[in-house]
T-cell receptor, first 114, second 116 residues
Framework: LAKTTQPISMDSYEGQEVNITCSHNNIATNDYITWYQQFPSQGPRFIIQGYKTKVTNEVASLFIPADRKSSTLSLPRVSLSDTAVYYCLVGVNAGGTSYGKLTFGQGTILTVHP | EAGVTQSPTHLIKTRGQQATLRCSPISGHTSVYWYQQALGLGLQFLLWYDEGEERNRGNFPPRFSGRQFPNYSSELNVNALELEDSALYLC???????????????FGPGTRLTVL
């Protein structure tokens, strides 16, 4: 079971780039890394997922080094509305007959200031 | 496309009672996941159902149980409620596990369970 560790909180200002790192030393070969965003009183929302190297979509980038023991979520030019809790998730992508537990990190509270 | 729906929105019970929470996945999704989010804590994985079968279970006592129906909707049952069961219970769904290499989960708004 891959345990994840994230910073408890981070502060930033509007327009800055924010990088949140998640450590997952015991990641398994077939585990994917997924990041979710959660606003108060709402369910989490998928941001990005990757397996190795770099993945980019319209809202974020995900950097995964070769050893895959960590990953970094990068949010370009954050705004006040990006204030939320960000969760790192490591788990088996159910593409075969083996399934693993899905584990969220403790979450990082990102606060964006004006 | 309708999202994941959960009912009820709020549920108040007393210690020792049973609670039943319901979840309807997005149309076409066959996997349903249940999570517990206690106040000030992160999401704790509870259960994972796929094609009507329990695929995985988190570190919770047996009084937490559930099932998935033929239409892929799901129920979470919590027996012998304890005060510490008070939490937001979130349901998520994903596409068939053999359909895509990605396992993106779409979450519902949650059921707030309060145990008095």
């Amino acid at each position: 079971l891959a345990k994840t560790t994230q910073p408890i909180s981070m502060d930033s200002y509007e327009g800055q780039e924010v990088n949140i790192t998640c450590s997952h030393n015991n990641i398994a070969t077939n585990d994917y890394i997924t990041w979710y965003q959660q606003f108060p009183s709402q369910g989490p929302r998928f941001i990005i997922q990757g397996y190795k190297t770099k993945v980019t979509n319209e809202v974020a980038s995900l950097f995964i080094p070769a050893d895959r023991k960590s990953s970094t979520l990068s949010l370009p030019r954050v705004s006040l509305s990006d204030t939320a809790v960000y969760y790192c998730l490591v788990g088996v992508n159910a593409g075969g007959t083996s399934y693993g537990k899905l584990t969220f990190g403790q979450g990082t509270i990102l606060t964006v200031h004006p | 496309e309708a999202g994941v729906t959960q009912s009820p929105t709020h549920l108040i019970k007393t210690r020792g009672q049973q609670a039943t929470l319901r979840c309807s996945p997005i149309s076409g999704h066959t996997s349903v996941y249940w999570y517990q989010q206690a106040l000030g804590l992160g999401l704790q994985f509870l259960l994972w159902y796929d094609e009507g079968e329990e695929r995985n279970r988190g570190n919770f006592p047996p009084r937490f149980s559930g099932r998935q129906f033929p239409n892929y909707s799901s129920e979470l049952n919590v027996n012998a409620l304890e005060l510490e069961d008070s939490a937001l219970y979130l349901c998520a769904s994903s596409r068939p596990t053999s359909f895509s290499s990605y396992n993106e989960q779409f979450f519902g708004p949650g059921t707030r369970l309060t145990v008095l």
